[in-house]
Nanobody, 115 residues
Framework: QVQLVESGGGLVQPGGSLKLSCAAS????????MGWYRQAPGKQRELVAT??????EVIDSVKDRFTISRDKTKNTVYLQMDHLNLDDTAVYYC??????????WGQGTQVTVSS
């Protein structure tokens, strides 16, 4: 069973920054992809950013503000979030997809942007 542990969420003012971490219990060199999703109150969960052997992708609404990266030596994926705004408030989830397409999710970490 794969375990993903997210951390780094919290309360931040508009314009501020946070860095989320997702530590995996397996070697992430062998996975198909990892990604960050978010779910705001009353909304569906949406993809924010992904990273795989080819590269990275982020959705348009966070482009130039969010950066996804990974440290293979620590089996950890990060989401650097800058210039946060009220619309970024959500629970952020880490997802890992195995080479066979099996998906595992973390428990989520709350990000609240408020003045």
């Amino acid at each position: 069973q794969v375990q993903l542990v997210e951390s780094g969420g919290g309360l931040v003012q508009p314009g501020g920054s946070l860095k989320l971490s997702c530590a995996a219990s397996i070697n992430i060199n062998a996975v198909r992809s990892m990604g960050w999703y978010r779910q705001a109150p009353g909304k569906q969960r949406e993809l924010v950013a992904t990273i795989d052997s080819i590269g990275t992708e982020v959705i348009d609404s966070v482009k130039d503000r969010f950066t996804i990266s990974r440290d293979k030596t620590k089996n950890t994926v990060y989401l650097q979030m800058d210039h946060l705004n009220l619309d970024d408030t959500a629970v952020y989830y880490c997802k890992l997809t195995t080479p066979r397409g099996v998906a595992f999710w973390g428990q989520g970490t709350q990000v609240t942007v408020s003045s």
